[in-house]
């Protein structure tokens, strides 16, 4: 007995090491995308770990490979074994290869979608593949300038080269260009899965039938894209940019808001007459989606409503009141993570402490609630919303 549950187990961890399931490779990005025993490290490099290893593997490589082929009626993704390759081995070694993991995943998604959309010409797809469409592009075509960013300051650094240095008649202003140049746009690299999964969510609840919605939402996306790949010197303004250059990068600042604000909007009007109309806040109500829909078609169950509900409330209670005192403080001209601050401030301080136990308060209860998702087998019913797509049988799930 004790030999065939071994060689059951040895099976099982090779088919997870050796797979080329689209499935398994995103739950694999999702899960081994950041260890938990690295709390001061997270401190002080946050923003590579947030953005390198956590939020573009999980809405990029984990989402991306769950979906793409799921939404697009394919089996797998185009090139499986390229995907495997992208996944986590290239990273673990450093920024480097971690830009090329992304590129390879990019370079997959777009041969993946060109599949879909030459089998669907004149159908509609789902916003998700026209958001993953965005991101990959943007990806294919801005991290080759960070990994030329880094190399170069990586000469400097190691082989007396004076590309940023201007001792030996380089210019640090350079490497400034260079780093935003990446740097804004990744900002709508980490926005626009987002943005594809709210909108695909609030277009499957609302069922409305003419095309505002969609064309809406895929014309905004397209047009945040544009403009955004052409502002990122608007972070440099204290480097001394000249009156026109300034001008420029201002005015195309405040054009992007158009597009965004027609997103938000859109999304108003389709939930206007929806069961989704009582959200606290547009944004937050894009973490609730996502995990109520996508959850049931991930594993099967549905979690207790009653619970949810009560999770849903106070974590949005807890959200706002750890991080919108925050907002004083920087009025206030506080700096952030500082551990040291004026008397004055311990009372906002308090409130986003207060605010932080709330907001840990209500994932514990979560987590808590899941850890019994696997071990209720009665109360099936089946699942009233088509997640994927318009011709597909509903989800078959069971409530907690």
């Not at 937050?284 to 996502?290: N, Q």
């Not at 619970?307 to 974590?315: E, G, P, R, T, Y």
Request: proline share 4%.
């Amino acid at each position: 007995m004790c030999y065939h549950l071994m060689i059951m187990s040895i099976s099982n961890i090779y088919c997870w090491i050796f797979t080329l399931d689209h499935k398994r490779i995103g739950i694999i990005y999702t899960l081994l995308v950041i260890p938990l025993d690295c709390y001061k490290f997270l401190v002080t490099n946050h923003g590579i770990i947030m953005i390198f290893f956590f939020l573009m593997p999980i809405l990029i490589g984990g989402f991306g490979n769950y979906l793409l082929p799921i939404l697009g009626g394919l089996s797998d993704l185009n090139l499986p074994r390229l995907n495997a390759l992208s996944g986590v081995d290239f990273l673990m070694f450093s920024l480097h290869l971690a830009g090329v993991s992304r590129i390879f995943s990019s370079i997959n998604f777009i041969c993946t979608l060109y599949t879909i959309f030459c089998d669907r010409l004149y159908r509609r797809t789902s916003i998700i593949l026209w958001s993953y469409l965005f991101t990959s592009l943007l990806l294919l075509f801005r991290l080759p300038v960070l990994a030329a960013a880094i190399t170069m300051l990586l000469f400097d650094r190691k082989f007396s080269s004076a590309f940023f240095d201007p001792l030996g008649g380089g210019d640090p202003v350079l490497f400034q260009h260079m780093f935003w140049f990446f740097g804004h746009p990744e900002v709508y690299v980490l926005i626009l899965p987002g943005f594809g999964i709210i909108g695909h969510i609030c277009l499957r609840l609302s069922l409305i039938p003419d095309a505002f919605g969609f064309y809406g939402l895929l014309f905004a996306m397209f047009s945040i894209v544009c403009l955004g790949c052409s502002v990122w010197a608007h972070h440099m303004f204290t480097v001394g940019l000249d009156v026109k250059t300034a001008v420029f990068f201002r005015s195309v600042t405040m054009i992007i808001g158009i597009p965004t604000g027609i997103k938000v909007f859109t999304w108003l009007y389709m939930l206007l007459n929806s069961m989704a109309k009582k959200i606290s806040f547009i944004v937050l109500f894009r973490f609730g989606g996502v995990t109520g829909i996508i959850l049931s078609a991930l594993t099967g169950v549905a979690l207790n409503k009653i619970l949810l509900q009560c999770q849903c409330i106070i974590s949005n209670i807890g959200f706002k009141l750890c991080f919108f005192p925050m907002h004083y403080f920087g009025l206030c001209g506080l700096p952030r993570r500082v551990c040291i601050y004026e008397v004055d401030y311990r009372w906002v301080n308090l409130v986003c402490t207060v605010g932080s136990f709330m907001t840990a308060f209500s994932i514990v209860g979560f987590y808590g609630s899941s850890s019994y998702i696997f071990a209720c087998h009665n109360n099936f019913f089946t699942y009233s919303i088509n997640v994927w797509n318009y011709n597909e049988t509903p989800s078959f799930v069971m409530v907690i």
